[in-house]
């Protein structure tokens, strides 16, 4: 895996120093993040499509319908971009220009490739337990005809750029003295009460795993 930034498409131009070249970065952020957005252009349409992901080392995966139009055109191995974004906070300065967020961003670069036998089935089981930990052990696994029906695509993490804006408002030093309130407003996601399926038979409790999630 290289580092974030490496190349010249992914080096950060615009505030080059909220920039990381930190691996670490690079891996807490995606593992951090449930949901990933990527794009495909068709035609010459570009789409972005929010999709559920996981990493295993130096490689994300997603999975879709083998029958997405959008998936399967990124399986003829069409260059891509993906990005994941975890919002921390609401940065508000006394000026509206220097209001902003605070962030942990990643975008990597790249094609992917489909996934097939072992590898696709161990990629559904590190998709599953990025998502639902535990659970794979419980559910009930995917049969021949849900595997057919189901596209696993790999992209490496071979071109990536991070990018995280911490901290309080940055006002110029004329505003500093206005009488309006300055700060920051943090931003956190967590999970509420399970409830259960209507149609859940009576006795079936949640199971400890899913109690522990925890955003
Ligand atoms: C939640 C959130 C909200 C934002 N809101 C705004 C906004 O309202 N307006 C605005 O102008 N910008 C916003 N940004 C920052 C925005 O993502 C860009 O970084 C910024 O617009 C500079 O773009 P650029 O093309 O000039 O960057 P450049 O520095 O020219 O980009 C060069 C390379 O740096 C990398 N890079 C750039 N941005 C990011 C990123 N966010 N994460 C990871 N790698 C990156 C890419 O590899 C890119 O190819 C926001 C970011 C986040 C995460």
Same mark, same amino acid.
């Given at each position: 895996?290289?580092?974030?930034?490496?190349? +010249?498409?992914?080096?950060?131009?615009?505030?080059?120093?909220?920039?990381?070249?930190?691996?670490?970065?690079? /891996? %807490?952020? @995606?593992?951090?993040? @449930?949901?990933?957005?990527?794009?495909?252009?068709?035609?010459?349409?570009?789409?972005?499509?929010?999709?559920?992901?996981?990493?295993?080392?130096?490689?994300?995966?997603?999975?879709?319908?083998?029958?997405?139009?959008?998936?399967? /055109?990124?399986?003829?191995?069409?260059?891509?971009?993906?990005?994941?974004?975890?919002?921390?906070? @609401?940065?508000?300065?006394?000026?509206?220009?220097?209001?902003?967020?605070?962030?942990?961003?990643?975008?990597?670069?790249?094609?992917?490739?489909?996934?097939?036998?072992?590898?696709?089935?161990?990629?559904?089981?590190?998709?599953?337990?990025?998502?639902?930990?535990?659970?794979? +052990?419980?559910?009930?696994?995917?049969?021949?005809?849900?595997?057919?029906?189901?596209?696993?695509?790999?992209?490496?993490?071979?071109?990536?750029?991070?990018?995280?804006?911490?901290?309080?408002?940055? +006002?110029?030093?004329?505003?500093?003295?206005?009488?309006?309130?300055?700060?920051?407003?943090? @931003?956190?996601?967590?999970?509420?009460?399970?409830?259960?399926?209507?149609?859940?038979?009576?006795?079936? %409790?949640?199971?400890?795993?899913?109690?522990?999630?925890?955003?």
């Amino acid at each position: 895996m290289s580092s974030p930034g490496h190349t +010249d498409r992914t080096r950060g131009k615009r505030l080059p120093e909220l920039a990381s070249h930190d691996l670490a970065d690079l /891996q %807490a952020i @995606l593992d951090a993040a @449930l949901v990933a957005h990527i794009c495909v252009i068709d035609g010459d349409q570009p789409f972005v499509l929010p999709v559920a992901f996981a990493r295993n080392g130096d490689t994300l995966y997603i999975h879709g319908s083998s029958k997405s139009r959008l998936f399967t /055109q990124l399986a003829t191995g069409a260059s891509t971009c993906l990005t994941v974004t975890l919002l921390d906070g @609401l940065v508000v300065a006394r000026s509206v220009f220097e209001s902003s967020m605070n962030y942990r961003s990643v975008m990597v670069l790249g094609t992917c490739r489909v996934v097939e036998g072992q590898e696709k089935a161990a990629a559904l089981q590190v998709i599953s337990d990025h998502l639902l930990p535990g659970r794979w +052990d419980e559910a009930r696994h995917p049969n021949e005809q849900e595997d057919k029906a189901t596209l696993v695509l790999a992209l490496d993490l071979n071109e990536s750029s991070v990018k995280i804006s911490a901290g309080p408002p940055d +006002d110029v030093p004329a505003d500093v003295d206005l009488p309006v309130w300055a700060g920051v407003v943090p @931003l956190t996601e967590h999970f509420g009460e399970p409830i259960d399926a209507p149609d859940l038979p009576v006795g079936i %409790a949640v199971p400890d795993y899913i109690r522990q999630w925890k955003r």
